[in-house]
């Protein structure tokens, strides 16, 4: 069996969840799907490369499960459910351990949240995953990172700080506990908070390249300034004996896969209740005003001297 042969017979197997919407998928040149009546479609994409996105080390599953998480994230910032992903896989060699790893990670997500596999591309080079993704949203409704008003209240979902704090500690040879690592290896996309959200909130997206990077990202589609008290953040459990600018720092590092969302303030009773169902903390952690930019404060309204960076591409 050629490489390619086998890497197409062991990725059938991560092909997610099966749905009638599909009228052709894997094998041909293209798939073939149908939209529902009344809805829009919702596309984004999204790649991850070895030693930058993830460690050189990570296990075959953690890769499979990240890859689609962090492309189910940005469904999740919209409000949509998700359908359909496609996959371009360029790999340096053609293991079958890695790749039966890589599908079992990749399928066991995508047949959670009733995903298919549609097709894709395989490739020779360097680790790295690239993902597309497709979901449905109403054609009424869409969260954007444009839609905040002016005097709306800022809200972040989960615990922020602990991923950014986990990479760095094994790109500096330090170890992980078990939990640390599967917390670092299988984030959580919030898909279900993002279709709550449709109804309640006015704009939102997610945590990938830190908490005040992607706040400045939504501050300025929606033309107006945001401001972040520092001393609500929520933090995660394993920064709590940290330094308060270290953990902060932390919390702005990116990876959290979090939602940033923004409402308006007669909405957090509905916010609250909407955390007890999902088992979720949504923490009011800013506020929306005119200006431009992202504003930090310390605890009662003392501005922020200091410099927390988020995540830049072409920085590091």
């Known amino acids: 069996m050629s490489e390619f042969a086998l890497i197409r017979q062991l990725l059938m197997s991560a092909t997610g969840a099966p749905r009638s919407d599909v009228q052709l998928g894997p094998g041909d040149d ?23 996105h993830f460690p050189e080390n990570t296990v075959p599953e953690a890769v499979g499960h990240k890859a689609l998480a962090v492309n189910l994230s940005d469904l999740a910032a919209m409000g949509a459910k998700p359908a359909w992903v496609s996959l371009a896989l360029t790999l340096p060699e053609a293991s079958e351990v890695w790749l039966r790893g890589f599908a079992s990670g990749f399928g066991a ?32 409704q869409a969260l954007l990172r444009s839609g905040a008003q002016i005097g709306e209240s800022v809200y972040v979902s989960g615990r922020l700080g602990a991923a950014a704090q986990e990479l760095g500690q094994v790109l500096q040879g330090g170890s992980l506990s078990p939990d640390q690592r599967r917390h670092l290896d299988y984030p959580q996309p919030r898909v279900e908070l993002g279709q709550q959200l449709l109804p309640v ?19 300025a589609a929606s033309e107006l300034a945001v401001d972040i008290d520092l001393s609500r953040l929520p933090l995660a459990e394993s920064l709590a004996s940290l330094p308060r600018e270290e953990a902060w720092a932390l919390a702005s ?40 930019g992202v504003h930090c404060f310390e605890r009662d309204g003392v501005p922020f001297e200091g410099r927390l960076q988020g995540y830049d591409h072409f920085l590091r």
Do not use: C, K
């Open 201 to 219: 909130a006015s704009s939102a997206m997610d945590l990938s390249d830190g908490l005040l990077s992607d706040a400045a990202h939504l501050a």
């Open 109 to 140: 997500l995508a047949a959670e949240y009733g995903v298919a596999l549609i097709g894709g591309d395989t490739t020779r080079g360097p680790l790295s995953v690239t993902l597309t993704v497709t979901g449905f949203l109403p054609e009424s």
């Open 30 to 52: 293209a798939a073939i799907l149908q939209a529902p009546a009344g809805y829009r479609l919702a596309t984004s994409s999204d790649t991850l490369i070895a030693g930058r």
């Open 253 to 292: 590092a990116g990876d959290d896969y979090e939602l940033l969302f923004t409402a308006p303030n007669v909405e957090s009773p509905r916010l609250e209740a909407l955390s007890q169902t999902l088992g979720l903390p949504l923490t009011r952690v800013g506020r929306t005003r005119e200006g431009d």
